[in-house]
């Protein structure tokens, strides 16, 4: 179940550059491996964030349909975001998703948004 997050009360930073996302294939190295994308198509990257909220911070990881287009060191708002618990050969966390990470800083029509 993926669960909704309000980040209205909530800042983040972009710690490092978008990257697109790989779907592991078993038997090749990485670099070859196909892009994932969405149930529409659409490749997904992803975004290593660090949020802010409650005087506390957290490094995390969102994933996203499309390039947002932002780099290290922006202010960024995130729609949409949901969170999703995961468990797999012993190990477990939480996965982040979005519809959109935009900058803070973004005039009418300046910088690149994912839609």
Do not use: C, H, Y
Request: no cysteine; charged share 25%; glycine share 10%.
């Amino acid at each position: 179940m993926r669960l909704p997050i309000d980040t209205s009360r909530l800042q983040f930073l972009v710690v490092s550059a978008a990257e697109p996302l790989k779907k592991f294939e078993d038997g090749k190295p990485r670099e070859a491996w196909a892009p994932r994308t969405d149930e529409n198509g659409e490749l997904l990257w992803r975004v290593q964030v660090v949020a802010f909220g409650d005087n506390e911070a957290e490094i995390i990881r969102v994933t996203l349909p499309g390039d947002p287009g932002v780099g290290q060191g922006v202010m960024v708002r995130i729609e949409g975001m949901t969170a999703q618990a995961w468990e797999m050969d012993g190990r477990s966390g939480m996965a982040f998703r979005a519809t959109a990470i935009r900058s803070t800083n973004a005039r009418a029509g300046g910088e690149k948004a994912a839609a």
